[in-house]
């Protein structure tokens, strides 16, 4: 599927949701909760009550609005009933600080907010009585709170497609803020159409028998489009629960509702292989599980493999591209790499001076295809350094092998300089992760006496005894003599970004 083949009107709510009851799928089942299954004719109502309460409360076309709002069917129809009206759809972490909802909350512009009472208090403090709030379960509310069900239920249930484009900007996809401040990547209608069609189904081959459960929660672009758009392009069916993602609540619903495909990050993989229970637990129901939100150790992989034997489809991806653009395919795997370029992308690792190095050279990763963003809003000069027309210069680094298979080696502005030699903390922390005692660490630098020292941290596994210097001594035995860590510092959890990903700026702050 290519920009030209798709037709100049677009709807993405119309494209995902709509086209299922037009196509005869109805009574299929889109999504799975605790409460039961809900088909595509009972989504399609309600996305079209929501979108009649958002009108009745000024959301118009181009406007932005924004959910700080717990997994579930509400959730689901709340975004797209945003979409069917024309709107922008941003999404934020249920679990911020009112201080990082205010952030958003100004960046956006939004004048209609999304919450739920997990987000309320926190959203109010944030708000100042500035904002209409939409609150979605049993709430006392205050004076421009609206009780989102209560409207619905007394909303039409038809609506009419507003006429958007292919070109009208319909998404905002913001990055992790692990180094900054989080950034929108503005995103048009057709970005969710060509990765459907390019990643969905020309690499997983997503079909309407697969049911999706996403390890990250539906704020995060990679598990909501993974568990609420691509299955839905397809009549396939998604799981959306609302607590904090545990390995133990990751494995009763793997056993309740028996998934084939379960989105995953290498955080979550290293706790289900740690589990107590993992020998004991079936997942012979997967048919494979993603990998992605950051790299995926070859060491880690093993133990995957090794304790559960389903299989493994790692990739890479990043809001300025809109989803997965690199990625190994079912059944053609190459343990240790990223893959090959997804169908509908090309991507090259070049020099600093801009031109291709050699297969196996380092350099770093420049995507081009037909969902990278127009921008990041309101910072002219980080998107003129990052986006170049339809290509996105990523600033990480990889390396190409003769068959077009990308291996990655870090994030060229986490690169040490030890002794007088770069380093890339990935490196350390993929050899650490090998270690039968380490269920996940984090590598950085410190300076001490003007001299850049690396130190690891390290969650080890329940029970284990393991000393610092044993594990300097595993990665020395691995390792160039230079890469072994300086000081193992045992914790009991790594810092995160509400991404799952290792959050190394709060992790240097620990230095």
Request: hydrophobic share 40%; proline share 5%.
């Amino acid at each position: 599927m290519r920009y030209e083949d798709l037709p100049e009107r677009l709807n993405v709510a119309d494209y995902f949701v709509d086209r299922n009851l037009a196509e005869g799928r109805g009574a299929r089942t889109a999504l799975l909760t605790d409460a039961g299954p809900t088909t595509y004719a009972e989504l399609a109502a309600l996305v079209n009550r929501i979108g009649n309460v958002l009108l009745e409360l000024g959301v118009r076309r181009g406007d932005r609005l924004l959910l700080a709002l717990s997994d579930g069917v509400e959730f689901v129809a709340t975004w797209y009933a945003a979409q069917k009206i024309g709107a922008v759809t941003a999404e934020v972490y249920t679990f911020l600080p009112a201080k990082d909802y205010r952030y958003y909350l100004d960046y956006t512009g939004a004048n209609v907010v999304v919450v739920d009472p997990v987000t309320l208090e926190k959203m109010r403090e944030a708000s100042e009585d500035r904002h209409r709030l939409l609150v979605v379960g049993q709430a006392d509310l205050r004076a421009g709170e609206h009780d989102l069900r209560a409207l619905a239920a007394q909303a039409p249930d038809t609506l009419d497609a507003a006429p958007t484009t292919k070109d009208d900007v319909a998404i905002w996809k913001f990055t992790t803020g692990s180094t900054g401040a989080p950034k929108a990547c503005v995103h048009t209608a057709v970005s969710p159409v060509l990765s459907h069609h390019g990643y969905a189904r020309g690499v997983l081959d997503i079909g309407p028998d697969d049911v999706v459960l996403p390890v990250p929660k539906l704020f995060f672009g990679y598990a909501r489009d993974l568990a609420a758009l691509y299955p839905f392009g397809v009549g396939g069916a998604g799981i959306a629960f609302p607590e904090r993602t545990t390995a133990d609540r990751i494995f009763e619903l793997i056993a309740r509702h028996r998934p084939t495909i379960l989105v995953n990050v290498p955080t979550m993989m290293s706790a289900m292989v740690a589990h107590p229970s993992a020998s004991t637990q079936d997942l012979s129901c997967l048919r494979l599980t993603t990998s992605a939100g950051e790299a995926l150790p070859a060491e880690l992989h093993r133990k995957w493999d090794a304790a559960f034997g389903v299989e493994v489809v790692d990739g890479i991806g990043s809001s300025e591209a809109y989803h997965i653009y690199i990625s190994n395919r079912p059944g053609a795997g190459r343990q240790g790499t990223c893959g090959q370029a997804v169908p509908g992308y090309t991507a090259r690792v070049v020099s600093p001076e801009g031109t291709e190095v050699p297969d196996g050279e380092v350099g770093t990763l420049e995507v081009s295809g037909g969902t990278v963003a127009l921008e990041y809003y309101q910072d002219a000069a980080k998107s003129a350094a990052t986006y170049r027309g339809d290509t996105v210069h990523t600033g990480d680094l990889f390396s190409r092998d003769v068959d077009g298979f990308f291996t990655y080696h870090g994030r060229a502005d986490d690169l040490l300089k030890v002794g007088g030699i770069w380093v890339a903390p990935s490196e350390i922390e993929h050899c650490l992760i090998g270690h039968p005692d380490v269920v996940e660490c984090g590598v950085v630098g410190h300076e001490t006496d003007g001299l850049v020292r690396t130190r690891a941290y390290v969650v080890r596994r329940d029970g284990a005894a393991v000393e610092g210097e044993a594990l300097r001594e595993y990665v020395g035995s691995r390792l160039s003599g230079h890469k072994r860590p300086h000081e193992v510092v045992f914790v009991s959890e790594l810092p995160r970004t509400s991404n799952g990903k290792l959050d190394r700026r709060a992790l240097r702050e620990l230095s």
